[in-house]
């Protein structure tokens, strides 16, 4: 055969690759149209939609699963919201919220009438490269289908995400991804632009399920969270603190970096001709957080580090700048005032003397001036689940010459115990040459 017949032949399998996918998607919509259904939290004294998301039944009883983002109001606020469910073909209904699992990310409802399809849960994963598809309500607009790729789950994160080629918009969350048999393999919850998107892996849905099963449903949906947050920062304060940390250089200090995989670092150096001073910045963080309500977020570790020196400034001078650049610290998650009390803080001055400085170092560093630190420890406490804190940490040392180190950490969600034990390792791991 002909270099140009091989071509000609390529491109047509390819044309009818496409082409077959594309029949099979429309089948697939066509099959389960029907198990598909728009979630909207309602304002009960204005009878209007307050949030909307996207919904499947899972069981031909009526379970529909989506997003605990979608359904939160409803759970912090029951007096205030309630649920109902849109199908496809204009029925619509109340929706009673069962189970949730706020780690995921995940609930199950049951509607008032059960509709006639419901979707099987996959029992094994897709390859990676294989084209998935999923379905929702963006924007609004109607039910829609999105193929797109299985990457695998996502790295970076301490919770379970994974990575779909695809795009996922505003009102698709909570809907189901397929493969080609129409199973689901994993909910949609979040994009990143640019068709990046993320899914809720089907295991955790399937797990969920199985508790409600064995169970039964939930009436104190508070309880459930607040224990479902209590083991998830026990899980995320063992894997840290087994973890081996390794130090990395900042200026002349060492700095905690990476301690697993799901904390991040990214750094910067600002040397501008025209500043006296020049800072080397260091900040490291989980990338994701565990949702509560629209301004409430939990579960989130991240600290970073700011180097500053300058050898033109007299001490007070500096000092003083150093100050005015490091003024402004904030706490790394968002919470209201109907969420956390106000931050306690305790505050304490530490003096040491600098350690052993490295051969290549400037000789005068040997007659350098004892390093002070200001140290602020700030606690605040969940209003709903009194024995976890947002914890703030910084630390502002100084040897009053030209030199200075700020280190800051914040733990959101955790207990006393957790911080504490946190806190001594962290602090045990910095050092001044």
């Known amino acids: 055969m002909s270099t140009i017949s091989m071509r000609l032949l390529a491109l047509l399998l390819c044309c009818f690759s496409g082409m077959a996918f594309s029949q099979s998607y429309e089948q697939l919509y066509s099959d389960y149209r029907g198990s598909l259904y728009q979630v909207r939290v309602i304002e009960k004294s204005s009878n209007s939609k307050a949030g ?27 007096e205030k919201y309630q649920l109902e469910y849109l199908s496809v073909d204009g029925d619509r209904g109340t929706l009673e919220l069962l189970n949730i699992d706020v780690i995921n990310d995940l609930a199950i409802l049951r509607q008032e009438t059960p509709g006639p399809q419901f979707m099987q849960l996959a029992g094994s994963t897709p390859r990676k490269g294989e084209t998935i598809a999923a379905m929702g309500n963006p924007l609004d607009l109607g039910m829609t289908l999105i193929p797109g790729t299985y990457n695998g789950i996502a790295s970076g994160s301490f919770y379970d995400r994974i990575h779909f080629s695809g795009s996922i918009n505003p009102g698709m969350s909570g809907g189901p991804t397929v493969n080609t048999d129409g199973e689901v393999v994993g909910i949609n919850v979040a994009t990143a632009g640019n068709q990046v998107s993320f899914l809720v892996p ?19 949906l508070k309880a459930m969270t607040h224990r479902q947050l209590l083991a998830n920062q026990k899980a995320i304060i063992d894997t840290i603190l087994d973890a081996e940390w390794k130090t990395r250089a900042l200026g002349e200090a060492r700095v905690v970096g990476e301690i697993v995989p799901s904390i991040q670092c990214w750094g910067n150096t600002h040397d501008d001709e025209d500043s006296a001073i020049t800072r080397i910045d260091k900040g490291c963080t989980g990338q994701d957080v565990v949702y509560l309500e629209d301004d409430f977020n939990t579960g989130r570790v991240e600290y970073e580090f700011f180097w500053l020196e300058s050898k033109d400034l007299q001490p007070s001078r500096f000092y003083s700048a150093y100050k005015q650049q490091m003024s402004s610290f904030y706490p790394g998650n968002t919470a209201g005032e109907d969420d956390v009390t106000n931050f306690r803080c305790r505050q304490k001055f530490t003096s040491q003397e600098l350690g052993e400085a490295p051969p290549e170092s400037d000789p005068e560093r040997e007659d350098a001036e004892p390093v002070i630190a200001r140290t602020s420890y700030c606690v605040r406490r969940y209003k709903d689940f009194p024995d976890l804190y947002d914890i703030f940490y910084l630390s502002l040392s100084v040897n009053e010459k030209d030199r200075a180190l700020v280190s800051h950490f914040t733990l959101s969600g955790f207990t006393r115990e957790s911080a504490a034990a946190f806190t001594e390792k962290f602090t045990s791991e910095i050092q001044w040459h």
Request: aromatic fraction near 6%; proline fraction near 2%; charge should be negative.
């Open 202 to 220: 089907v295991e955790k849905l399937s797990k969920l399920y199985r508790h409600l099963r064995e169970h039964g449903n939930h009436t104190d």
């Open 52 to 78: 909307l998301g996207s919904g499947f039944q899972i069981s031909e009883d009526g379970l529909i699963a989506t997003n605990y983002h979608v359904v939160a109001g409803a759970v912090s606020d029951p």
